[in-house]
């Protein structure tokens, strides 16, 4: 029954990027409805604009409270925060005004999951630079998702249908991770990934953490990391009963988890663990955080802000449907 489907509220992202194409685009699919009571936190008088460019025909019902919604295909559900002037709108660039919007829609999104009024909350892509512009000076949505829900330990999973990896550091420099490479947080990133993949229900995961340095250091060799931090990390986590090897050679490990051998990488560093995904799932690939006490998916790209500004309609929205289903089976096995 549809009462029975998890209510998740679908953050619009940035509103100058493809965030409310994309939206758009996963509202028209019967498949979001048929595993989810759908609603779109963002502006509504935008949305309709931007109908043509995502070419549906949906009727935009603006609500105020999550019980004036009617969950019917055909019907996108708005909580308009009215917050975007159209006039001032310039697609395809990063501006105060989209910045303080795209907050806004993610910090009313995570009142309602707090108040159980929604299930989960789905993310739309943001800018960094356009929410920094705004005054929120926050790295990414993990960070600032966190923060507003007062989870000290959080981390980063991407999901993939056969690569799942996590992010022991995220939005750092590169020359900061080696400081950021300590055996607490490497180990509170296998807990985490440990409890994440049984409420992904997988009973008993298997668990592979990369190493920082080349051949993961080659005992010693090629720096100390592995040895110091990392390898007792996966030895106190082995003691608590996780099935977690390594440190592995991070240039064959992603590999050896998509063909089935590890059900998850905990990665040392963004970009070692964001290009295998990428390459694998760049247009189904979801970007979860774990630790949080709300459910909380996203898509794993950026604001394209070059394909909003086109309005060429080419905008894909894969990624964004993965997310809704991701993050109403999360809810419904909650």
Do not use: C, W
Not at 69 to 75: H, N
Not at 194 to 220: C, S
Request: glycine share 8%; hydrophobic share 45%; net charge neutral.
């Amino acid at each position: 029954m549809v009462a029975n489907l998890p209510i998740l509220g679908i953050t619009m992202g940035d509103a100058a990027g493809i965030g409310p194409e994309i939206v758009l685009k996963a509202m028209s699919s019967k498949d979001v409805y048929s595993v989810s009571r759908p609603l779109v936190i963002g502006d509504a008088l935008l949305l309709e604009r931007t109908q043509s460019v995502a070419r549906t025909n949906l009727s935009i019902h603006r609500i105020e409270r999550v019980a004036e919604a009617r969950f019917q295909y055909g019907v996108a559900d708005v909580i308009d925060l009215h917050n975007i002037n159209m006039n001032e709108l310039k697609l395809g660039v990063p501006q105060v005004m989209a910045g303080k919007a795209s907050y806004e829609y993610i910090e009313r999104a995570i009142q309602l999951a707090l108040r159980r009024e929604i299930h989960a909350m789905v993310t739309a892509p943001i800018s960094k630079e356009a929410m920094n512009k705004a005054g929120y000076h926050y790295p990414g949505h993990t960070e600032l998702i966190a923060e507003l829900t007062n989870s000290p330990e959080f981390g980063m999973m991407y999901v993939t249908p056969t690569l799942n990896v996590v992010l022991a550091t995220i939005h750092v420099a590169l020359s900061d991770v080696p400081r950021l490479i300590r055996k607490e947080r490497v180990l509170t990133m296998i807990n985490l990934t440990d409890q994440t993949l049984r409420r992904l229900g997988i009973q008993k995961p298997r668990v592979a953490v990369a190493g920082l340095n080349p051949h993961a250091g080659e005992a010693g060799m090629f720096g100390r990391e592995e040895i110091e931090q990392i390898a007792p990390a996966i030895e106190e986590a082995r003691k608590k009963g996780i099935n977690v090897s390594g440190p592995q050679p991070a240039d064959t490990v992603f590999l050896r988890a998509h063909r089935g051998e590890f059900d998850a990488v905990v990665s040392m560093y963004h970009d070692q663990g964001s290009i295998p995904i990428k390459l694998l799932g760049f247009e189904v690939g979801v970007n979860m955080t774990m630790g949080l006490p709300i459910v909380r998916t996203s898509v794993d790209h950026g604001t394209a802000y070059k394909v909003a500004e086109a309005r060429l309609g080419d905008a894909n929205p894969g990624s964004l449907l993965e997310a809704i289903k991701l993050a109403a089976r999360m809810a419904a096995a909650v």
